[in-house]
């Protein structure tokens, strides 16, 4: 794909490139201060949401154009660049004629081609960044789809950002960073650049570093975090914003390592295996929650535990496509087997209550 530099002249060619500021624009006081006090800490683009796409309605949905002017000051006063998040062709108007600096799609809008579409129809002919977050759900294609579309409109400057995606498992993150999905975007598009915003992943603002940190160590191009003076007060996404000087900390604290290509690759491609393990051991409680469930079936209707023949059919069925997929017929046995086995032991259980 045909790109050029996302780097604004005055901002620094090394690792992490740094976007930060408030999840929302919410008085022209808050912006401000943010905005002075993250410049103090060296950061030089401002990022404030000035419309909020909001899941349920009722809730802030940002204060709109009357914001842009804020941006503005940020801009003129403080020699700061600005980015916005743009979901509209009305959004990108805006956002031009007021002198906004960066563009980004959000994970919503991304997801959604005939939005994008539009974003991309009215940035035809402008010269401008524009950076891409995931869509909301895992669609690699999708992702790569919205920045192709963008692409297509003659838009150059062009960073994609991983936010994480959404999931009914919220254990730990508020969205699964699934690295993988990132890992193979950077793996097609190997000259895109990769923000990773560690706000939307964790979710909590304790996340932010190890987050941070993650995304060096796989040689992400920079981050995109959710920064505010009084976080707890945060009209939106205040559990996960942190100060200008906590962000500073984090900041100063993340190891750059500058690894050759060979650990590099290697760091890259454990991250992929350790992502598969964690798809193979859900997958695996998944398929021991159904076998409980016929477990309970059998039960309830009088049936032993092994039936034989389906057994067996299983195991033949499956050898015969391991080796279609490439693998031994001998090591399928001995996964399918200790599976088995494990099934018939939660099925026992269920016998026994
Ligand atoms: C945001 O950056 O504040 C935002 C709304 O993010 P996302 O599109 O990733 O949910
Ligand atoms: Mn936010």
Redesign the pocket.
């Known amino acids: 794909m045909e790109l050029e530099s996302i780097l604004l002249p005055g901002v620094d060619a090394k690792r992490p490139f740094v976007i930060a500021g408030p999840?929302?624009a919410e008085t022209e006081e808050q912006v401000m201060e943010a905005a002075r006090s993250l410049k103090s800490h060296g950061i030089k683009i401002f990022?404030a949401?000035v419309w909020?796409?909001r899941t349920k309605p009722g809730g802030f949905e940002g204060v709109g154009v009357e914001a842009l002017p804020w941006l503005k000051r940020v801009k003129t006063e403080l020699g700061m660049y600005t980015a916005v998040?743009v979901a509209t062709a009305k959004h990108v108007r805006e956002c031009l004629s007021h002198d906004v600096d960066i563009l980004?799609v959000?994970?919503?809008?991304s997801a959604n081609p005939f939005a994008v579409q539009e974003i991309a129809d009215a940035l035809e002919g402008i010269d401008i960044p524009v950076f891409i977050?995931n869509p909301?759900n895992p669609d690699l294609d999708l992702w790569i789809g919205a920045i192709e579309r963008i692409h297509n409109a003659g838009i150059r400057r062009i960073a994609a950002?991983h936010?994480?995606f959404s999931s009914s498992d919220k254990k730990i993150y508020r969205?699964l960073p699934l690295w993988h999905i990132p890992i193979e975007l950077k793996r097609q598009i190997p000259n895109l650049p990769i923000i990773c915003?560690p706000?939307?992943i964790g979710g909590r603002r304790e996340l932010i570093a190890p987050i941070c940190q993650q995304a060096m160590d796989l040689n992400f191009d920079g981050l995109?975090v959710?920064s505010h003076c009084h976080p707890d007060k945060a009209w939106?996404?205040a559990a996960q914003q942190v100060t200008p000087d906590v962000l500073d900390f984090i900041l100063n604290t993340l190891v750059i390592r500058d690894m050759t290509q060979s650990t590099e690759n290697l760091t890259v491609l454990r991250r992929q295996i350790d992502d598969l393990d964690n798809s193979l051991l859900e997958l695996l409680a998944r398929r021991m929650r159904v076998s409980v469930e016929i477990g309970v079936y059998k039960k309830e209707h009088n049936m032993p535990i092994l039936q034989e023949q389906r057994y067996g059919e299983i195991i033949a069925n499956r050898v015969e496509q391991a080796g279609r997929m490439g693998m031994d017929a001998e090591f399928i046995k001995t996964v399918l087997v200790a599976i088995h086995e494990e099934s018939v032991r939660h099925q026992m259980e269920v016998m026994k209550k």
């Open positions: 999840c929302s990022r949401g909020k796409p998040e980004w959000g994970a919503r809008t977050k909301v950002i936010r994480g969205n915003d706000s939307h995109i959710e939106s996404d």
